[in-house]
């Protein structure tokens, strides 16, 4: 299972990582084979530098790519380039605890599908509501959007994680 895991951790980094890059910039031939070497990297060794590394460097280009090369700021791209961060992020901290030739037990996959889930189900419904809402955004500009986004997806995760692990009331 720890392998399973170890290819989440780099299926999600491959994503987050494609959907970040500009346009002009993805068609090169030196840009795949960069990101599934980036991503194979991260999964061999995740307790290593290189997830969070790989994560900062999907964020910079994808704000260097707004900012900068005026790729367009799509909100369905942010929400799946934010759902690919986390993913992989979480899928990093489990495989971290596991040796590559280990299994993940049972009792913790559980869990951590379930709180990823939930992440992800609770971070699109409030995504639905600001796309559905427009006066939410009103004329925002990108600047200010992106971290304000990044601030509401830490939120949300830190809310899922208080709730899955208060006690449980005794009886």
Do not use: K
């Not at 599908?113 to 409030?126: E, S």
């Not at 899922?160 to 692990?165: A, S, T």
């Amino acid at each position: 299972m720890s392998l399973g895991v170890r290819l989440v951790l780099a299926a999600s980094g491959w994503l987050a990582l494609n959907l970040s890059f500009p346009p002009q910039f993805a068609d090169g031939p030196l840009w795949p084979p960069l990101a599934v070497a980036l991503a194979i990297f991260a999964a061999v060794w995740p307790r290593s530098p290189a997830v969070s590394g790989m994560i900062a460097a999907t964020v910079t280009i994808w704000i260097v790519g707004g900012l900068v090369y005026d790729a367009p700021v799509d909100p369905l791209g942010a929400l799946l380039v934010g759902c690919a961060l986390y993913v992989q992020h979480t899928s990093a901290a489990l495989a971290a605890q596991v040796p590559l030739a280990g299994d993940v037990p049972a009792r913790l996959i559980g869990p951590w599908a379930l709180r990823t889930g939930l992440v992800l189900v609770v971070t699109t419904l409030v995504y639905l509501v600001v796309v559905l809402v427009p006066p939410l955004l009103g004329d925002v500009p990108t600047l200010v959007m992106l971290p304000l986004g990044a601030l509401g997806a830490v939120t949300v995760a830190a809310v899922v994680r208080h709730v899955l692990q208060r006690p449980s009331p005794a009886e």
